[in-house]
């Protein structure tokens, strides 16, 4: 049961949820979990640091690209990449492995990465879509993992400006 509260210390508001590092490779569990903060259509997946599904995709990602969840990873994913924005989501791709390989074990945890591009639909069409890397430490062995969270934007983004954006999950400097 998740309940919402507000930490004075803090001067923030946490959510107190039953969801265990260990329940975030359950698709079910994650999805329940997310449709608190549900904004826009999303789907999601657990990826190591290497990009490789750790679960399957979740099953929005039906009712937002077309695809079936059993078809979708990452590399489907960046294949699907409008041709214009290739080179620079590879940039920030290589961004991201260099800022969390450089960041210390601490670091690590403290911060997210987003950033957007174009995505084809099965249906041939091109929505704009954010990706957020959300770092989840579950791994049994401490390896890094990333809960890659996708929404569709392409009601609030018309434009096609891309940036990556580090964000600090704590409210630390980013």
Request: glycine share 6%.
């Amino acid at each position: 049961m998740e309940k919402l509260s507000f930490n004075l210390d803090e001067k923030r508001w946490v959510l107190n949820t039953d969801l265990s590092r260990a329940n975030l490779l359950d698709i079910q569990k994650v999805e329940a979990f997310l449709e608190i903060f549900k904004s826009t259509d999303y789907f999601f997946f657990m990826l190591n640091s290497e990009g490789e599904n750790r679960t399957k995709c979740s099953g929005n990602v039906q009712g937002v690209l077309g695809y079936q969840s059993e078809e979708v990873t990452l590399e489907f994913l960046l294949d699907k990449i409008h041709p214009n924005e290739n080179d620079i989501v590879l940039d920030f791709r290589k961004s991201m492995d260099e800022f969390y390989s450089s960041s210390t074990n601490e670091e690590k945890w403290d911060y997210k990465a987003n950033f957007t591009c174009r995505i084809q639909s099965a249906f041939g069409r091109y929505k704009q879509m954010m990706f957020q890397f959300i770092p989840a430490p579950v791994g049994n062995d401490g390896e890094l993992l990333f809960m890659l969270v996708c929404n569709d934007i392409s009601e609030v983004k018309t434009d096609h400006q891309q940036f990556l954006s580090f964000i600090h999950l704590h409210g630390g400097r980013s």
